[in-house]
């Protein structure tokens, strides 16, 4: 997640689009979801393990104009998706949420384009490939207001899947150091072993992704319980202030000790 200071700013924040991307356990195991490592020179979540995402462009609020009416979208909602399929491309290399000729010495080939350009469009054009954003599945929205933060970021999380997964990935370099596949209980482990650092969001959404056994168990219940904003609150009314988010949004464990949350 890129933190330019010219992001757009807006009442609701900075907005921007994360995605979970699934892939079959090689060893027949629980799915694994991609995760990444952001620098620690990044202002926003610097050192912590994240899904692979970061704000949206305005060049793809402008390519989600052009397309939202063909797949039944908002321009908005189509440019949070596009910004999720372009900031995977550029973070790990993965063409996901697009279809035509895309073979791993395509998908290199554009993501240099798309360093270069800076904008999925010209990539569209220059390899004839097409959005497929069927494949990107509406997870969560997550909106951490807080004025301690220098920078609030409004995000819409995804879910994508590659199913077998017999495919390379190799980290940017820039906004991030390490890439790894894991399961969502995994990454848990690794946290309270003290091998990856997790902020409140992506914890709480790791642990709504461990109730799942497969991909299809994961998107039926994001399409089954409708995407709300969480906004998390501090709740001191027990004397022990806590970090609490809805109760109805899907996620197993709503509330954390104020005192051991890690934000952003």
């Not at 989600?64 to 999720?84: K, N, S, W």
């Not at 790990?92 to 999925?120: D, N, P, V, W, Y």
């Not at 199913?163 to 990454?187: P, Y």
């Amino acid at each position: 997640m890129s933190d330019s200071p010219s992001q757009k700013r807006t009442p609701q924040g900075i907005p921007a689009a994360t995605i979970v991307i699934f892939r079959a356990c090689p060893d027949g195991g629980a799915p694994q979801i991609l995760m990444t490592v952001r620098s620690r020179t990044m202002a926003f979540a610097g050192g912590m393990a994240v899904f692979p995402g970061g704000r949206v462009d305005p060049e793809d609020f402008a390519l989600g104009e052009a397309v939202a009416a063909q797949g039944g979208l908002t321009p908005d909602e189509a440019g949070h998706q596009i910004a999720a399929v372009r900031e995977t491309l550029e973070e790990t290399g993965l063409a996901l949420g697009l279809r035509g000729g895309i073979s791993a010495a395509t998908a290199q080939q554009a993501r240099r384009l798309l360093e270069e350009k800076k904008a999925l469009a010209p990539v569209l054009s220059a390899f004839d490939w097409e959005l497929d954003l069927d494949q990107i599945v509406p997870f969560a929205r997550w909106f951490p207001k807080n004025e301690n933060l220098s920078r609030v970021y409004d995000t819409r999380f995804y879910l994508a899947d590659l199913g077998t997964g017999a495919v390379d990935v190799s980290v940017d370099n820039s906004e991030n150091t390490k890439l790894f596949w894991t399961s969502a209980q995994g990454a848990l482990e690794s946290a309270e072993r003290g091998e990856i650092k997790l902020i409140f969001p992506t914890r709480r959404n790791l642990e709504r992704l461990a109730l799942f056994t497969s991909f299809a168990e994961a998107r039926a219940q994001a399409e089954a319980i409708p995407v709300k904003t969480i906004v998390p609150k501090v709740d001191d009314s027990t004397g022990t202030p806590m970090l609490t988010i809805m109760e109805d949004a899907g996620y197993p464990i709503t509330a954390e000790l104020l005192e051991t949350v890690a934000r952003g």
